[in-house]
């Protein structure tokens, strides 16, 4: 395919996004309320002590002095020192990493199914029954709120019937799926009518396509249609909105995470934040920019296989 | 007529389509013989679309079909879907008006053409892609190997239409209806695939149903023609008979209003007055930046300026018509939007009056906008929706500060009436009016700041051919009796040598051929001219078609 010079022009812009990023990360730490030497040192240490490790942690030096060592330090692969575990961040997001991708896997296998079949069923014929209660379901599964409905789920599931563990983690792989079900689970009803209403509105749009009438003329059953014309001219902008939601995702399970006790960076950025823990949220943060970018990249070479236009 | 006795290929009697009660096809009757081409003329809202799909079986859902169609004998309307699918390409095939939204961008040429074959004749992948790629070589397109792993995308609207062509033809049909297959393109392009119709007619025996609202087109291969108006059949026989004795008063308006059948009207006056020049274009060029990137940034390469304008020098006396022909892209509308200041040159000037338009600042170039006026080909795209009708002409009177909102208002209602528009519509909103009252506000509008000069760039060609006359009827008389200057924009050579005196032929950003219209149409001087004038689809039939 022709799909390398794609490739390499988007791998050519990742250094300037990759600099950008820095220097916002760089400038959340300084910008944000609070001094670090003093919550290092603890709130009744003298003045010496402070200005004794403000100069260790080179905190005295000029900003431009500073950016050059936080720079250095990335590319050396050193993010920082966690102020409160005393651990590299490094090591502490990675802990912390897998268990958030993979419910947000966990989510996007269970979303993306239910998302086609109920499209599909809607935009069938768009105003029928199916298209209505799928529709009033859909307004249903956006406006209950995830934390409500985490918490629901936790009793009725976990407590009630005791079929799914109400928090953490768990052991081996069939022990995450079993550990993660509820909130990834609770997660998708949110997640599946926003896609969904995209996808039906694709695809009602598509039906009517000039092209559609061709490939009826040329004598092509409605099924071949469907599958082969009208469903890969819909799923474009689905799938860019599913790259989107990964993406948040990756960042935004906090409130799920929370509810089920589950040891991702959802937890990790909370607790560093409540704890004033700056390094780790520059971490984080530089992490969660990092997974769009990559994400991003991935969903424009997918869009790019399907549409050949792109590739230009 | 020995035909008679034949049995028609297609036969349709009384059909008739209607969308609840509202019919939109009303009882029409014709045939086909097989190996006939035969051309459906009409307006847009004639039916005529309508007509096909029926014959397809391609209507939507909320339309009624009655009446009868046979093709060969049997009877194809009330055929469930599973016969529709088995009749659609093996025995008829349709190709459509524009080709570029018919092809699926997400798939090759090739595969395109193929999935018929494969789908009906039950060949395997690689032996339709073969016969794709000797079809592709049958309806005239090079290197078709190449070019079948080609995207629709990389291809032009003359080779996508071939490329539906050969879509069609593959699997064999007995019949082909092309619906209006050369509107969306320019007229040389046009001229070709009526050449590829007629060669496939010839060829292969194919029948076709040419849908076209230009007779000219139609009378140009067809060799009967069916007149239809308001879903009815007004007027049908063979073509010379329809164009030398048209009988239906409808029919020979339509004549009438072929631009060369107008009697040269404004390109009577003869030579240009001998005043001095109005606007002169010295040596303009206007390039447009290429595709920038990081990447070609970061390789130190120059992105590749389209030259869209290179070095064009015209002169425009006052009160002078002059019309600048040329196909799509030959720069004709970047000229026009270089003259209103919304391009940038990147070479020459344009002086009006003396001065340097892009030099203008301040209350000079206030005065420049209100002397050049412009009118634009889509109608409706033009006009805020969400303005009434005397609201939009009354809006750059009282902007440029020329009079208060009340007399801009009655200044509107006068020049509602200028352009002959009844005063009922002064509250309507754009949508509610036809494409030629939309095109009548919009020159209100350009002549509410009583301009010296009027650019009108292609303002007819999305209208129908009987109000494209009136409309051109109209800007005579407007140029007439306001002393007009003005520069008419169009594909059409006919239209522009039948209206202006003078005509410059545009190709690829450069003048090639200029001088007065008569001597442009009847004795060019440049290839390119040539070809175009050669592409115009004449009314007159040739001595040996007409016998």
Known sequence: MTLLPLISRRLLQLPGVLAGICVVTFMLLHLAPGDPARLLAGDRASAETIAA??????????????????????????????LRFQRPVSALIHQFMWPTLFLTGYVVLLAVPPTIMLAIASARRPGGVADQIIRVLGIAGLTIPVFWLAIMMSRFFGAGLG???????????????????LPALSTSIWLVPVLTQSLRAALIEKTTADFVTTARAQGAGEGEIFWRTILPNAVLPT?????????????????????????????????????????????????????????????????????????? | MTEEKNQPLLDVRELTVAFGHLAVVKGISFAVQPGEIIGIVGESGSGKSITCRALMGLLPGTANASGSVKLNGRQLLGLDEASWRSIRAPEMAMIFQNPASHLDPLKRIGQQIAEPMIRHQGIGRSEGQDRAVRLLEAVGI??????????????????????????AIGCGPKLLIADEPTTALDVTVQARILTLLTKLNRERGLAIVLISHDLGVVADVCSRVVVMRHGEIVEQGKTDQIVNKPQHPYTKLLIDSQPGRRPAGAGSAGSAPARSPLLTIENLSVSFPGKRDLASGLRLKSAREFLALDGVNMQIAEGETVGIVGESGSGKSTLARAIIRQNGASGGAIRFDGQNVQALRGETLTRFCRSIQMVFQNPYDSLNPRMTVSEAI????????????RTAQRQADELLELVELPGILRDRKPRQLSGGQCQRVGLARALALKPQVLIADEITSALDVTTQAQILDLLT???????????????????????????????????????????????????????????????????????
């Open chain 1, 53 to 82: 490790i403000r100069h260790q942690n080179g905190l005295d030096q000029p900003l431009w002095q500073q950016f050059i060592t936080y720079v250095a330090n990335l590319l050396a692969g050193d993010i920082g020192q966690s």
């Open chain 1, 163 to 181: 079929w799914f563990p109400v928090s953490g983690y768990g052991q081996g792989f069939f022990g995450h799926l079993h550990h993660l079900f």
């Open chain 2, 394 to 405: 009354a809006e750059p009177i009282w902007r440029h500060g020329l009079a208060d909102r």
């Open chain 2, 142 to 167: 090079r290197d078709p190997e190449l070019r079948a792993r080609s995207y629709p995308h990389e291809f032009s609207g003359g080779m996508k239409q071939r490329a539906m062509i050969a879509a």
């Open chain 2, 477 to 547: 008389r407007l140029q007439r009796e306001r002393a007009l200057t003005l520069l008419y924009i169009s594909h059409d050579l006919r239209v522009v040598s039948s209206f202006c005196q003078r005509v410059y032929v545009f190709k690829a950003g450069r003048i090639v051929e200029s001088g007065p219209a008569r001597q442009v149409l009847t004795k060019p001087r440049d290839p390119y001219t040539q070809e175009l004038v050669e592409s115009i689809g004449s009314l007159v039939p040739s001595p040996t078609l007409a016998l």
């Open chain 1, 239 to 312: 799938l860019n909105l599913l790259g989107v939601m990964v993406a948040f995702l990756i960042g935004g399970t906090i409130i799920v995470e929370t509810v089920y006790a589950v040891p991702g960076l959802g937890a990790l950025m909370i607790g560093s934040l409540l704890g004033r823990d700056y390094y780790v949220v520059q971490g984080l943060t530089l992490t969660f920019a990092l997974a769009t970018v990559i994400i991003t990249l991935v969903v424009d070479l997918l869009t790019a296989f399907i549409d050949p236009r792109v590739r230009l």
